[in-house]
C-alpha cells in the first residue's frame, strides 16, 4: 500500500493476482463479493515476510544498526545552552527562520528519525521547542524566545531522570487543552497517545527483533480490520487516523531511543535504554579498555559495543561528533569542552573516563588544554532587562572594553567587571565578545 500510495483496492488486487486470497461470495438480497486472506498465510507471512532484493547478494548497501540512547534528553540542554549564547529571534510569522533552522541543526547531536523518511528532515529545533514549552523553560517574549528562570535545574538533571521527564511531558502534553503560540506546537509529528504507545511497546516485546511492516500490519489488522465496527465504507478514513496514532507512537520510541533499527529492512528490537524504561532492565556500566582509540589530534574513534550508554553521553557531552557509521568518530575542541562545561559536566570525569578505556596513556597535549580550559571559564553575562553586561574575570571586561570603548555603547561602568550598555547594543556586543572567545550568557 506505500508502494501504490495508500490505494488499497489496487494491493488488494495484486494480492489476489498472486493467489494470496480467497475469492469468494455470497447473495443476501444483493450480491457481496468477499477477498479473504486466510489466517493461515497472514501467520506464514507474518513469520516469514519476503524481504526485497536477491539474499545472495552481497552486504547490502545502507546496512546499519542505529540506536539514539539519550541524545535527545542531551539536545534538551543543548537547546538550553544555544537559548542562553545566541537567542532566538522569529519571523513576522511567528515562525523560525531559516538561518536558523540550519544553525541549530549543526549544534545539536542528530538522533536517527528514519524510520519513516516522510519525517527524516525534520529539524531538531521543530521538535524540542514544543517539549521545553510543555515543560515550562521556554517562552516567547516579544519577538524573541526566551529561557525561563527553571532551565538550570534541567541542565543540572541526571539523564536518566531527565528521560523519565520527558516521556511524561509528551505524555501529559497529548492532554494539554490550551493552545500555544505556534512555534511550541508539535506540528509534524503529533505527542503519541499512551494507550497507542503502550500497545506499540508490547507488540516489539512480544515479537522480540521484528521488521517494522509486520508490526504495522499486525496492529493494523488487530485493532481495525477485526474490530466489531468496522465497516468497509469507513476504512480509508479509520486506516488513516490509525496509521497517524501508530507513526506518532512508533516515531517518538525512535527519537526517544527506546528502540534500535537495523537498516535497510528495518528490524525494530527493544534498545537497552528501552529495556531499563519498559522492564526495569539495569544499564551495562560496561566501559571497556580499548573502546576508544585517543589519536594525537585530540580526535577519537569510539565503538558504541565496548560503552556504555552514559559514557557516550559523556562523550557527546565534551566532543563534537564528526561523523557515525556504526562506530563514532570525535573531535574534542575547545568550544566542544566548554560546551560541556555549561552543560554542568565536571571535566575531571571526562579525563577519568579517557583514561579507562583508551588503548594508551592520554597524551600530554590533551591534558594540559583540558587544564587549561577547565581553569576559567571566560563567561560574559547579558541581559536585556537592565543591559548589565559582566564577566567573571577582570581581564575578561577589560579585553571586551578595549574592542567597545569609544563606540558609544557603554553608559556606564559600575565595578571592575560590571558595565551597563545601550539596550540596542546588545547583539554587537555579542558579536564582539565572541571575537574574542568570549561564552556569551543572555539573561531575558
Known amino acids: 500500500m506505500n508502494a501504490r500510495k495508500g490505494r488499497w483496492e489496487e494491493a488488494l488486487l495484486k494480492l489476489n493476482e498472486l493467489g494470496l486470497l480467497i475469492d469468494d461470495y455470497y447473495i443476501d438480497e444483493r450480491f457481496v463479493r468477499l477477498l479473504i486472506m486466510p489466517v493461515e498465510v497472514f ?234 524504561v519498559f522492564r526495569g532492565k539495569a544499564l551495562s556500566r560496561d566501559d571497556q579498555k580499548g573502546g576508544i582509540i585517543l589519536n594525537p589530534d585530540m580526535s577519537l574513534i569510539a565503538i558504541p559495543e565496548k560503552l556504555s550508554i552514559e559514557g557516550l553521553y559523556l562523550l557527546k557531552s565534551f566532543l563534537e561528533i564528526k561523523s557515525f557509521d556504526n562506530v563514532y568518530t570525535f573531535q574534542l575542541t575547545r568550544d566542544s569542552f566548554l560546551e560541556g562545561m555549561l552543560l554542568k559536566r565536571d571535566p575531571q570525569d571526562l579525563i577519568d573516563f579517557l583514561r579507562k578505556t583508551c588503548r594508551s596513556d592520554l597524551p600530554q597535549n590533551l591534558l594540559f588544554s583540558i587544564d587549561e580550559w577547565s581553569r576559567s571559564l571566560p563567561l560574559v553575562t547579558i541581559t536585556d532587562e537592565c543591559v548589565l553586561v559582566q564577566t567573571q574575570d577582570p581581564i575578561h571586561m577589560d579585553l571586551l572594553l578595549g574592542q567597545i570603548t569609544g563606540k558609544r555603547f557603554v553608559t556606564q561602568k559600575i565595578g571592575p567587571t560590571s558595565i551597563l550598555i545601550e539596550q540596542d547594543k546588545i547583539g554587537e556586543t555579542i558579536q564582539l565578545a565572541e571575537k574574542l572567545n568570549l561564552i556569551v550568557r543572555l539573561v531575558r
Request: proline content about 3%.
Open 43 to 276: 501467520a506464514l507471512y507474518s513469520e516469514n515476510p519476503a524481504l526485497p532484493g536477491d539474499k545472495k547478494a552481497t552486504k547490502k548497501r545502507g546496512e546499519k544498526k542505529t540506536v539514539n540512547d539519550l541524545d535527545f534528553a542531551l539536545n534538551v540542554k543543548k537547546m538550553i545552552v544555544y537559548l542562553g549564547r545566541k537567542g532566538l529571534n522569529l519571523a513576522k510569522s511567528g515562525k523560525i527562520k531559516q538561518i536558523d533552522l540550519k544553525d541549530t541543526e549543526n549544534k545539536f547531536l542528530r538522533p536517527d528519525i528514519a524510520l519513516f523518511m516522510e519525517k527524516s528532515q525534520i529539524y531538531q529545533i521543530e521538535l524540542l521547542l514544543p517539549l521545553m514549552r510543555q515543560m515550562d523553560i521556554v517562552r516567547v517574549k516579544r519577538d524573541d524566545v526566551v529561557l525561563r528562570n527553571e532551565y538550570d535545574a534541567i541542565l543540572e538533571m541526571d539523564p536518566l531522570d531527565l528521560q523519565k521527564k520527558v516521556m511524561q511531558e509528551i505524555t501529559s502534553g497529548r492532554d494539554r487543552r490550551v493552545r500555544y503560540e505556534d512555534v511550541f506546537e508539535p506540528m509534524y509529528v503529533p505527542f503519541y497517545e499512551k494507550a497507542v504507545f503502550d500497545e506499540c511497546v508490547s507488540a516489539i516485546q512480544k515479537r522480540g527483533r521484528v521488521l517494522f511492516f509486520v508490526i504495522l500490519a499486525t496492529m493494523i489488522r488487530e485493532k481495525l480490520i477485526l474490530a466489531r465496527s468496522f465497516r468497509i465504507k469507513a476504512f480509508q478514513q479509520e486506516l488513516a487516523e490509525l496509521k497517524k496514532e501508530l507513526v506518532s507512537a512508533f516515531f517518538y520510541l525512535q527519537l526517544l531511543g527506546l528502540i534500535s533499527v537495523d537498516y535497510p529492512d528495518r528490524f525494530l528490537e527493544i534498545s537497552e535504554l528501552g529495556a531499563l
